[in-house]
């Protein structure tokens, strides 16, 4: 249903998320950064891709390797790599905001069939991802994952297997979201999780109209229409 990311721009991107990362955050030479496994998890991308990312960014001499150690900031021109990186990080012709416009449209548009279709056992899931998002928050853990899950189950919970196909839609907005603002990575706001539980409320009282609501309110896209 959707064009296929290639690996390599996958790893591209990936690599361009990390040197902003590093650089946003004013990481210090020998900080160590999360494991590859942790990456994995915040860039919504498979560890083979943050493996790659990591062996580019060796290669520029960004970060250095220590076996059994992990992953530190090396020693490198700052200002230069800045210089390099790219104003938009974009796998083709369309613009992170169309993204995000056509991911609202999907989910805000798919409210009525999630609230005719979710069944009891999924909503308790999704309180569940909700209750995870909130003990790995308070331990100052990223819950980028948490939060894209919580929004694959919405679009499971349709039982359209034309929309869950549309998943990758999803991904690629936190991706983008992530190159464009790498300091995300570590920033977990606690609005996020009032939303979601909004969401959630207006799909247990089987509220079309509150639920649509509550999903344009999280999404936040300017002039998208009720």
């Known amino acids: 249903m959707l064009k296929a990311v290639s690996r390599d721009t996958l790893t591209h991107q990936t690599a361009i998320t990390l040197k902003r990362f590093i650089l946003t955050e004013s990481l210090p030479v020998g900080e160590k950064l999360p494991s590859e496994r942790e990456l994995s998890e915040m860039l919504a991308v498979s560890r083979n891709i943050v493996r790659e990312a990591l062996s580019a960014l060796v290669a520029e001499g960004v970060v250095v390797k220590h076996t059994g150690k992990g992953t530190f900031v090396a020693e490198f021109d700052r200002q230069a790599v800045a210089i390099s990186l790219p104003l938009v990080v974009s796998q083709d012709d369309t613009t992170a905001e169309e993204v995000r416009e056509a991911r609202a449209a999907l989910e805000i548009g798919i409210v009525g ?114």
């Open 113 to 226: 069939l999630i609230v005719t279709r979710i069944t009891e056992e999924e909503i308790n899931h999704l309180e569940a991802i909700l209750d995870l998002y909130e003990n790995k928050h308070a331990a100052g853990k990223s819950t980028i994952k948490e939060d894209i899950e919580f929004h694959l189950a919405l679009l499971r919970a349709t039982k359209n297997k034309v929309i869950v196909e549309m998943s990758p839609l999803v991904e690629d907005v936190f991706r983008r979201s992530l190159a464009e603002d790498p300091s995300a990575i570590r920033r977990n706001p606690d609005r996020i999780v009032i939303e979601h539980r909004r969401i959630v409320q207006a799909l247990r009282e089987r509220d079309s109209a509150k639920a649509r609501m509550a999903m344009h309110d999280h999404f936040r896209v300017q002039n998208f229409p009720v």
